[in-house]
């Protein structure tokens, strides 16, 4: 079985990628034999999330990032919101678009969930 998942996040609220980053935690202790990939994709205004501005998220994100967790995070919204690599925690990933992202995951055969 294809275990492989991707986690959408595209609202600026605290509240919403808090329970995804506890999604992944939860997806990650529950499969602690299985290979898999499991791809957070940050797209619109969740992007201002993932920045050093927000140190509770990142401190629950980074070991989830140790374990495997891969966020990928869209230029376009970075560009929107005037945020640069910089910004962000240390390990994510830029894409070019996010939707096309997510899109190419799912071709790929990930399962898709948005909290």
Same mark, same amino acid.
């Given at each position: 079985m294809n275990y492989? $998942?991707?986690?959408?996040? #595209?609202?600026?609220?605290?509240?919403?990628?808090?329970?995804?980053?506890?999604?992944?935690?939860?997806?990650?202790?529950? $499969?602690? #034999?299985?290979?898999?990939?499991?791809?957070?994709?940050?797209?619109?205004?969740?992007?201002t999330l993932f920045t050093n501005a927000q140190p509770a998220l990142r401190e629950t994100a980074l070991p989830l990032m140790e374990k495997g967790l891969k966020i990928r995070l869209c230029r376009n919204a970075?560009? #929107?919101?005037? $945020?640069?690599?910089? #910004? $962000?925690?240390?390990g994510i990933e830029v894409v070019p678009a996010g939707l096309v992202e997510i899109v190419r995951l799912q071709e790929a055969g990930f399962a898709y969930i948005k909290p």
């Open positions: 492989n $998942l991707c986690l959408h996040c #595209d609202l600026n609220d605290p509240a919403l990628l808090a329970l995804a980053l506890k999604n992944a935690r939860n997806y990650q202790n529950a $499969l602690p #034999d299985q290979s898999f990939e499991l791809i957070m994709v940050g797209n619109g205004p969740a992007v970075l560009n #929107d919101n005037n $945020l640069t690599e910089a #910004d $962000l925690w240390p």
